[in-house]
């Protein structure tokens, strides 16, 4: 049973240019997390995506960010005219949500990250 | 969800028991505990989560004091490769509407195993 999957593992891209990393979650899940490792920092939450629905982008800047899960392919993180700053660590991970009788728990499983250096 | 206290770092010998407490003394009742690690550069991984039972999986053990506001990651044999940042999180169960899906990390327990 394969892992999340993020492509490319190392990104370089130039100030202005765009950053686009995918996310293939694990067989049968249908909810996905993106999540923003600053170097020496912890993971922030940026998104979290269904199926072709965005249910929470609470953690996402406002501008230069989107996400999407479409129905078909892997979910897709985009960066446009991306800036020093932007230099992280981005994870995705995915989750099954169960109902364990004290209400849904999830155990979300998280790719190996994609890291991105804007030069 | 409420908030955990963690000592920034540990160490332990290779072989032995490596015990990781967890301060979360404003939990609710319906809070979930759970644990994830980061091996450097590495994504998180799920260890465990539990509600107020012990729990035992083929990775860790969790233990919950009776009153909750506590709990203890135990691996019981420590290796090289469980070196690693620890992160306690305690989270509401899932609920339409809300937002407990999140994960909130901390600044965790830095393990080192030493041979």
């Known amino acids: 049973n394969a892992g999340v999957m993020q492509n490319p593992r190392h990104l370089v891209r130039r100030r202005g240019q765009e950053a686009r990393l995918r996310c293939s979650p694990m067989?049968?899940?249908?909810?996905v997390y993106w999540y923003r490792q600053l170097p020496e920092e912890g993971l922030k939450f940026m998104v979290y995506?269904?199926?072709?629905?965005?249910?929470?982008e609470s953690g996402m800047p406002k501008e230069r960010f989107s996400a999407e899960f479409p129905k078909e392919g892997p979910s897709i993180l985009r960066i446009q005219q991306v800036v020093r700053g932007d230099s992280a660590a981005y994870f995705c991970?995915?989750?099954?949500?169960?109902?364990?009788?004290?209400?849904?728990?999830?155990?979300?499983?998280f790719g190996p990250g994609t890291r991105l250096t804007v030069l | 969800d409420a908030k955990t206290t963690q000592p920034p770092s540990m160490d332990c010998a290779e072989g032995r028991a490596a015990n990781l407490p967890c301060n979360h003394s404003?939990?609710?009742?319906?809070?979930?505990v759970y644990w994830y690690r980061q091996i450097h550069s590495q994504g998180p991984q799920y260890i465990i989560h539990?509600?107020?039972n012990n729990e035992t999986n083929e990775m860790a053990s969790l233990i919950i004091t009776e009153d909750r506001k506590s709990s203890t990651l135990i691996l019981p044999h420590a290796t090289l490769r469980d070196t690693a940042v620890y992160y306690c999180?305690?989270?509401?169960?899932?609920?339409?509407?809300?937002?407990?899906?999140?994960?909130?990390f901390g600044k965790g327990t830095l393990l080192t195993v030493n041979p």
């Open positions: 991970a995915s989750s099954l949500i169960r109902d364990r009788g004290f209400g849904q728990v999830d155990e979300q499983f």
């Open positions: 067989k049968g899940h249908s909810h």
């Open positions: 995506l269904q199926k072709e629905n965005i249910i929470d």
């Open positions: 404003t939990i609710s009742g319906n809070e979930y």
């Open positions: 539990g509600l107020k």
């Open positions: 999180i305690v989270r509401s169960p899932l609920r339409g509407g809300g937002s407990n899906y999140k994960l909130t």
